[in-house]
């Protein structure tokens, strides 16, 4: 038989048996027959670790590779080897144990207050030659092991240095020239690259605008560039849970927390722009935010975009481009048409009401009027099912846009990590029924969950969003 050590990694034993690739594909770890995949997680992922990811029975997966001719082995049986093994990685960049030692310890470095500049520079040094996608599986790996996402978050902050000096078309044309790239106009990954382009012109009109002590261009450009928020929601809700999906959780996690970092420091900064002695105090503040702008236009072109390009079908990015328009644009009033998605989902909306008739205790309506009925209500609602998906929701108001790509997810799917542990918290009060309702409000606008019970059995939550800004104008005016 041939041997496999299980010491090993994926990459490793798939360089030895090409041939592990399809079988591996089968017993289920089907990521390994995507490049990306096995550029990323190959290097650092073994076939245990890769089991304690994937949550399957090691001894099963043994059984399966025995069955196709290979016998498991670890490398050193040996138990006064192992601590030899161990102590023979060393911390450099010349294999993929030792760069993870590398950044492990550059994220302990960061963690301690070093500064993030001498930080950058053994970055630099030490990874100039490696994929950034081997790096971004690293992120993953650490993740996966335990660490904390905001800690792996602060070494995000850096590897994006890899690509100064070149400029951000340089590297898009030689990474698409690479894969045999070619997107359409209005194809998702196009308009937002598009955005890019006129967010890093305000940008770098900002950074100069700074440097050279423009007190009023920086007002403005601070002010502005709070518009950012749409470019930032249609990454996170539209492409960051579908690469979850594909089994990329970690760079989407680490990202989202980045984006709502740089989104309050804009506020926070344009908050408190008439404050006195605002510029002395908030210059080095203002240059911090935009670099962060400006770096993480670098991590969703090399890393993000890429990622999505190699995992999402046709189809997927088909149902990304629908929900484009309802999430608003950062910057950009043309918006182009994507004829060949538009003929897909044009193919796929045959009627969605029939004639059919809903009889309930106090009446009756046919489905299209209680559609029309629910279309009319001045709230935009969601219903979450018992075991906690997204069934339905209607945001006529416009007061949080979200895709239709969210229905069927996990509700936490659907927000960033920060916020995940809140809304299962939530929802698991209503389970206990602990509680049955909750309030929050948000200046104007109040957000109420309710739970839904049958006779006694927790059957979902209704989210209601509303905004009372009418209301309070009106009593505030009498």
Same mark, same amino acid.
């Given at each position: 038989?041939?041997?496999?050590?299980?010491?090993?990694?994926?990459?490793?034993?798939?360089?030895?048996?090409?041939?592990?690739?399809?079988?591996?594909?089968?017993?289920?770890?089907?990521?390994?027959?995507?490049?990306?995949?096995?550029?990323?997680?190959?290097?650092?992922?073994?076939?245990?670790?890769?089991?304690?990811?994937?949550? =399957?029975?090691?001894?099963?997966?043994?059984?399966?590779?025995?069955?196709?001719?290979?016998?498991?082995?670890?490398?050193?049986?040996?138990?006064?080897?192992?601590?030899?093994?161990?102590?023979?990685?060393?911390?450099?960049?010349?294999?993929?144990?030792?760069?993870?030692?590398?950044?492990?310890?550059?994220?302990?470095?960061?963690?301690?207050?070093?500064?993030?500049?001498?930080?950058?520079?053994?970055?630099?040094?030490?990874?100039?030659?490696?994929?950034?996608?081997?790096?971004?599986?690293?992120?993953?790996?650490?993740?996966?092991?335990?660490?904390?996402?905001?800690?792996?978050?602060?070494?995000?902050?850096?590897?994006?240095?890899?690509?100064?000096?070149?400029?951000?078309?340089?590297?898009?044309?030689?990474?698409?020239?690479?894969?045999?790239?070619?997107?359409?106009?209005?194809?998702?990954?196009?308009? +937002?690259? +598009?955005?890019?382009?006129?967010?890093?012109?305000?940008?770098?009109?900002?950074?100069?605008?700074?440097?050279?002590?423009?007190?009023?261009?920086?007002?403005?450009?601070?002010?502005?560039?709070?518009?950012?928020?749409?470019?930032?929601?249609?990454?996170?809700?539209?492409?960051?849970? +579908?690469?979850?999906?594909?089994?990329?959780?970690?760079?989407?996690?680490?990202?989202?927390?980045?984006?709502?970092?740089?989104?309050?420091?804009?506020?926070?900064?344009?908050?408190?722009?008439?404050?006195?002695?605002? =510029?002395?105090?908030?210059?080095?503040?203002?240059?911090?935010?935009?670099?962060?702008?400006?770096?993480?236009? =670098?991590?969703?072109?090399?890393?993000?975009?890429?990622?999505?390009?190699?995992?999402?079908?046709?189809?997927?990015?088909?149902?990304?481009?629908?929900?484009?328009?309802?999430?608003?644009?950062?910057?950009?009033?043309?918006?182009?048409?994507?004829?060949?998605?538009?003929?897909?989902?044009?193919?796929?909306?045959?009627?969605?009401?029939?004639?059919?008739?809903?009889?309930?205790?106090?009446?009756?309506?046919?489905?299209?009027?209680?559609?029309?009925?629910?279309?009319?209500?001045?709230?935009?609602?969601?219903?979450?099912?018992?075991?906690?998906?997204?069934?339905?929701?209607?945001?006529?108001?416009?007061?949080?846009?979200?895709?239709?790509?969210?229905?069927?997810?996990?509700? =936490?799917?659907?927000?960033?990590?920060?916020?995940?542990?809140?809304?299962?918290?939530?929802?698991?009060?209503?389970?206990?029924?602990?509680?049955?309702?909750?309030?929050?409000?948000?200046?104007?606008?109040?957000?109420?969950?309710?739970?839904?019970?049958?006779?006694?059995?927790?059957?979902?939550?209704?989210?209601?969003?509303?905004?009372?800004?009418?209301?309070?104008?009106?009593?505030?005016?009498?």
């Amino acid at each position: 038989m041939k041997q496999l050590d299980l010491n090993k990694t994926v990459a490793a034993l798939v360089e030895e048996y090409p041939e592990l690739i399809d079988i591996m594909a089968e017993i289920g770890f089907k990521e390994i027959t995507k490049p990306i995949s096995l550029k990323m997680m190959g290097r650092v992922m073994t076939i245990p670790k890769g089991c304690g990811v994937k949550g =399957y029975d090691l001894n099963d997966v043994i059984k399966k590779l025995n069955a196709y001719g290979f016998e498991c082995v670890y490398g050193h049986d040996d138990k006064e080897d192992a601590p030899q093994e161990k102590q023979a990685i060393v911390k450099d960049d010349s294999t993929p144990e030792g760069r993870e030692l590398l950044l492990r310890d550059m994220i302990e470095r960061l963690n301690r207050g070093e500064d993030l500049e001498s930080v950058r520079a053994d970055f630099v040094k030490a990874f100039e030659n490696v994929s950034v996608r081997e790096i971004t599986g690293v992120e993953q790996h650490l993740i996966d092991e335990g660490m904390s996402v905001e800690r792996v978050q602060k070494l995000c902050d850096i590897h994006s240095a890899l690509f100064h000096g070149r400029t951000e078309q340089e590297v898009m044309a030689q990474e698409d020239a690479q894969r045999g790239i070619n997107l359409d106009m209005g194809h998702p990954v196009s308009q +937002l690259r +598009l955005e890019n382009r006129i967010i890093e012109k305000k940008i770098e009109d900002a950074l100069k605008a700074n440097n050279e002590g423009n007190r009023e261009a920086v007002y403005k450009a601070i002010v502005e560039l709070k518009g950012i928020k749409p470019h930032y929601a249609k990454k996170e809700e539209l492409i960051m849970p +579908l690469l979850e999906r594909y089994g990329y959780p970690g760079p989407s996690q680490v990202m989202w927390g980045v984006d709502d970092e740089i989104k309050q420091e804009l506020s926070r900064l344009s908050r408190t722009i008439n404050e006195d002695k605002w =510029y002395e105090q908030e210059r080095d503040n203002v240059e911090g935010v935009l670099n962060r702008m400006k770096e993480m236009i =670098y991590k969703e072109e090399e890393i993000l975009f890429p990622l999505a390009i190699e995992n999402f079908t046709k189809e997927d990015w088909y149902h990304v481009y629908e929900d484009l328009e309802a999430m608003g644009a950062s910057f950009v009033n043309k918006t182009f048409a994507w004829k060949e998605a538009e003929d897909f989902l044009a193919s796929q909306s045959a009627s969605s009401f029939t004639n059919g008739i809903i009889k309930m205790p106090t009446g009756e309506l046919s489905i299209n009027q209680l559609n029309i009925m629910l279309e009319a209500l001045p709230q935009d609602i969601t219903y979450i099912d018992a075991n906690d998906h997204v069934l339905y929701f209607k945001d006529k108001m416009h007061i949080f846009p979200r895709p239709k790509s969210c229905i069927g997810k996990l509700v =936490y799917d659907c927000h960033p990590a920060r916020v995940r542990p809140m809304v299962e918290a939530l929802l698991d009060d209503f389970k206990k029924k602990e509680r049955d309702h909750m309030d929050i409000w948000m200046k104007d606008v109040r957000v109420r969950y309710m739970a839904v019970y049958d006779q006694g059995e927790y059957v979902g939550c209704v989210e209601m969003v509303e905004d009372f800004g009418e209301v309070f104008k009106e009593r505030d005016s009498k």
